[in-house]
């Protein structure tokens, strides 16, 4: 199977810290990839890094066979890289449709000025975005939903309708940060289903979570980083069973659980 994702040596430092340490990570395509490990590990920075809003202190990205290291944000995006964020961003007052809709406004041509100087022509732009948006939230089993305010729906389905406006953008690829963070066992069935619909259609996932649950039942590969380390990788069965890994994060979950239990 060809690379879809491809760090090399990737390192991000901020001052004296060295949030992500020269890791090596090869995802391949049409897979479910996922990155795990403590509070503080370098995820977040990770996928940063990948979507360019951080720059690469040293080494290398590639995604789908072009070197993306320094790219912004919006060619990243263009070239098919989708994401959502670890702290939920969406427009409380505006409807479940128009939360959609603007993951669309990103990639039409002129933007605000082409509404001034060609009114039709941005109005044909804007029912093109809405049947798209309309189309996702159909696959995404909330298109009943899409004229309420975001504000009256349940945080689960906000949560999911982040990834309905990362495919927006058409991407091979989504990169989903802590999308289980906050959902009850239900919403995250919920959220297990729409991802595993979404990639049976060819979508690729690079997915961190802290619910190892979700982990295990849909990765199709781990990497686990810890302190800015890769400290492993395999298949979720490799991973449980990982020494290395129990003692520096698994172990501490378990406890969690056992816990709540
Ligand atoms: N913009 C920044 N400036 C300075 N330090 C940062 C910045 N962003 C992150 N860090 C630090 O880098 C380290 C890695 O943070 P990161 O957010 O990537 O962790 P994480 O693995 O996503 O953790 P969590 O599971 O809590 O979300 C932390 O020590 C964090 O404080
Ligand atoms: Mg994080």
Known sequence: MGSLLKLTDTTKQFQGLRAVDAINLDMKENTIHALIGPNGAGKTTTVNMITGVHSVTSGTIEFDGHDITGMPTYKIARLGIGRTFQNIKVFP?????ENVMVGGHQCTKLGALRTIFDIRGAKREEEMLKEKAENILKKLGLYELRNEL????????????????AMMTDPKLILLDEPAAGLNPSERGELIKVIKAAYGEGLSFFLIEHNMDV??????YITVLSFGKLIAEGTPQEIQNNPEVIASYLGEKYKQKMAEE
């Open 215 to 220: 982990i295990m039942s849909i990765s199709d």
């Open 150 to 165: 975001m504000q009256n729906l349940p945080y689960g389905r906000q949560k999911i309708s982040e990834i309905g406006r």
């Open 93 to 97: 007052t505006m409807t479940l449709l």
